[in-house]
């Protein structure tokens, strides 16, 4: 079973449109992250929900609008997409406290805008 | 804020090579500290971990310790195969009562040769 899935993990898609990556977790950890990895494989965090509730936004552009229907589901909304949004995207999860076991990532997925 | 820098790659070796890998981080605290491992394709997978000074972390043959005194995580395996081939991140985390975040460093590539 995979503890965190992503779907999809390959997304091409033109310019100014809008598209949702889903991410669900079966391991029932409390708070769940979106990372961004550029071309240069360097990860950023985006956002972080714990328990449903917004915890960690960085300086993401409003066009990416993170949503969390329940503690196991945490998908990603970019709206109007860009040239420069083209990255591979990682969902995680983790217990609630303190990061003593690390966060468990899904495969990702890349998003390549044209 | 908090940082992470690791050596640059990539790093290429024989096979049954010893391997190290630099990590040296900024923080204000007693951070929690990770290597992860990105094979080719695929998501991030926990390596190993260390949550205060002194601590080492092993698994698969890799270790690390824990050096509060020089701020370092120093990755290092005594014979290295092919299938080490990979992308090491070394990563911090601080847990603030607001969430956790991981906090990565550049990535450093291994190729391993025969």
């Known amino acids: 079973d995979t503890a965190v899935s992503q779907t999809p993990k390959y997304l091409v898609t033109q310019m100014g449109n809008d598209k949702s990556i889903k991410c669900e977790q079966n391991?029932?950890?409390?708070?769940m992250y979106w990372y961004k990895q550029d071309s240069k494989k360097f990860l950023k965090i985006m956002f972080s929900?714990?328990?449903?509730?917004?915890?960690i936004n960085e300086t993401v552009p409003n066009r990416f609008s993170p949503k969390s229907p329940d503690k196991a589901h945490l998908n990603l909304h970019i709206n109007s997409l860009e040239l420069g949004d083209s990255a591979v995207y990682f969902c995680?999860?983790?217990?609630?406290?303190?990061?003593?076991?690390?966060?468990?990532f899904g495969q990702g997925t890349r998003l390549t805008v044209v | 804020g908090d940082s992470v820098t690791q050596m640059e790659g990539p790093v290429t070796l024989s096979e049954e090579a010893f391997l190290t890998i630099n990590c040296t981080y900024t923080?204000?605290?007693?951070?929690?500290l990770f290597w992860y491992v990105q094979y080719p394709g695929e998501g991030l997978q926990l390596l190993l971990k260390a949550t205060k000074a002194d601590d080492k972390g092993s698994n698969k043959g890799f270790e690390a310790t824990y050096r509060k005194e020089t701020t370092s995580f120093h990755l290092e395996k005594g014979s290295v195969q092919v299938s080490d081939s990979a992308v090491y991140f070394c990563a911090l985390s601080f847990f603030t009562g607001g969430g956790n975040k991981l906090t990565f460093g550049t990535g450093t590539q291994l190729k391993v040769e025969l």
């Open positions: 995680a999860s983790s217990p609630p406290g303190r990061l003593l076991e690390g966060a468990f």
């Open positions: 923080a204000t605290g007693y951070p929690s």
């Open positions: 391991l029932g950890h409390d708070t």
């Open positions: 929900y714990n328990n449903k509730e917004l915890i």
